[in-house]
């Protein structure tokens, strides 16, 4: 065995280089990985005995990419680019061997092989969009001419993997290997040897893309199939546009435009916003006094109280994850609906073929439904998911106490309440804390794993381990009123009202925060959810707009008018001088004087309330870093991931500007815009935010 690199080997086996990579956790392309494929290529070219060659790689996946953390840095040759060129131009057979994630340059590594072989768990993909980039080093001209033109642009400008079979069904892979991987590659090799099969040079295999020389209909229609997802990255554009350069250019020349629409991307600041939400949705699962050898409890058996809205959407995520799930209703009949919405969500799945029936019928038998809480006495885990009544929480908490095991986690979904308060109520504070999803529970990725001062670190690191295997991106965050997001989508819900009674048409504060990135304003937000969220028709005196609205039978989408009216049928928003005329009204008998405002100030008073309330978090310990605040607004409200996220944004613009204007609006608006002192104290120190990640 040849030590090419400290990442790197060659052994001969067979008559076949095998040149096997080993840079955990994922195999990144490293330097030392590039240098020793290279290397490895040049040895075997030259060695004689050498007849055949494969790339495979140890531990958990083959190359899963570029290493991104190289980003930024000088680069250092061997580039990848480099490299695939050696390998494309191997006189000799290559084979990449196929397992884990071949992702972003492993699968561009890959496609520079003459074979490429898998076993039936691998995934293949080019997910460089959503760091903001492209297949740099020529997986755009590589895999249109494997795949075809459709197939790679989804995989390109939308970057979701595909599975082994799918890889073997449109020629991705040659062979799927069941066994052992290495066994197999060398099998396949030796019978391209004995077979003397001709080389499959993808650079220069055409048959799948010149028929559509010149052909600009089919990059429209998929430019036309992805806007309102692709809306405000640059990414997906420079993506179509590197794939129509495989169509219509020479293989060198499609690399050299590939490579500058690459740079246009890697220069601009979307690619250092979505890769920095990439390290940080990783670095949330690191809190800093819970060591990572913590010991954890064995959840196998979770209770959910509550069939509802949210207890039916987290009752989902924990049966698609495998667990045995207990429902709790009070009555049969809200039982029988609960389980009803998620049967129906589950055929909606299945209609659309991403789910069997069999697989279907297989979820719901994970789930048994009771109106009796004695059915918890032997669960692991409970989610009480009952609506914002904190007596009702009380009574509900005690009751667990005394009929779930002594080692149960208790955890409430309150979104507001005080988690601390409730965990009092039982003999057992260390196994209570806060486990916030957002609505819908089985869609939203964002959990907020709420800490209560007792929390034990077992239970809380046992909780972050469930949030990871059913799906979500747990963030820590700390008791008080809202906890982290809410609270902070409050001080923006203030900020919008306030902009609305100063005279700012609400389609005006919607469009000024739609055109900032979010999927809606707040005005269109606030009629999808209902008007009546919160509202008390007993206590309603007219004193707020929400009051004068429901009042008025104004309950958003559900009513046909809200802030909008809506036509029968159709969720479209219309915007209605009736609803503005309401607003107009209320404003003017509470003594505010209609006025003009400008976009501009629309933006800073809805983002800038958000940043200063984001450091006061940060202040308070609530949150344990800026760039977990920025995985909580990208994952829970929508904030545009190409913009980073609040504390991102605010580094972005920088945070002496930012400071300057919070000095202002505390001056016109009032002490609510005092800026937190950790503004002040970084913006005299020349910091940012950034510097407390
Ligand atoms: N570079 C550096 N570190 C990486 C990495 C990468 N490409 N991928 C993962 N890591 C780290 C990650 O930060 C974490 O570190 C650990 O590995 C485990 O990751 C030229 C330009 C492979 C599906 O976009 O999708 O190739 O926190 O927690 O859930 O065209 O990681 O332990 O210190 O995510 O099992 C393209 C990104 C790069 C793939 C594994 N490739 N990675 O998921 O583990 S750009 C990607 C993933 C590129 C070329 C272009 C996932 C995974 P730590 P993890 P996982």
Redesign the pocket.
Known sequence: MIQLTEAATLTIQEGIGIISINNP??N??GFPVRKGIADGIDQSVKDDQVKAIIIICEG??FC??????EFGQPPKDPG?GDVLEVLDASPKPTLAAIHG?A????L?TALSCHFRVGIPSAKFGL??V??G?L???G?TQRLPRVVGIEKALKMIAIGNPIGAAEALKVGLIDELVEGDLKEGAINFMKKVLAENRPLKKVSENNEKIEADRGNSEVFDSFRKSIARKARGFDAPENCIKAVEAAVNLPFAEGLERERNLFMELMQGNQSAAQRYA??AE?QVAKIPDIPKDTPQLDIKKVGIIGAGTMGGGIAMNFVNAGFQVTLVETKQEFLDRGLGVIKKNYDITASKGKMSAEEVESRMSLITGTLSMEDLADVDMVIEAVYENMDLKKEIFKKLDSICKADAILATNTSYLDVNEIAAVTSRPEFVLGTHFFSPANVMRLLEVVRGEKTSKSVLATTLTIGKKIKKVAVVVGVCHGFAGNRMFAQRARESNFLVLEGAPVEQVDKVIYDFGFPMGPYVLRDLIGMDVGWNPKTSSSSTIQEIMCEAGRLGQKSGSGFYKYEVGNRTPIPDPEALQMISDFAAKQGYDKREISDDEIKKRCIYSLINEGAKILEEGIAVRPSDIDIIWINGYGWPVYLGGPMFYADLIGLDQVLETLKEYEGRFGEVWKPAALIEKLVGEGKGFKDLN
């Open positions: 956790p994922v990144a392309l958990r996946t899963a990419g570029a290493d991104i953390k990848l994630t992702f972003g340059g492993g561009e997910p460089e959503k760091l980039l297949p740099g080093a997986g990439f390290f990783r």
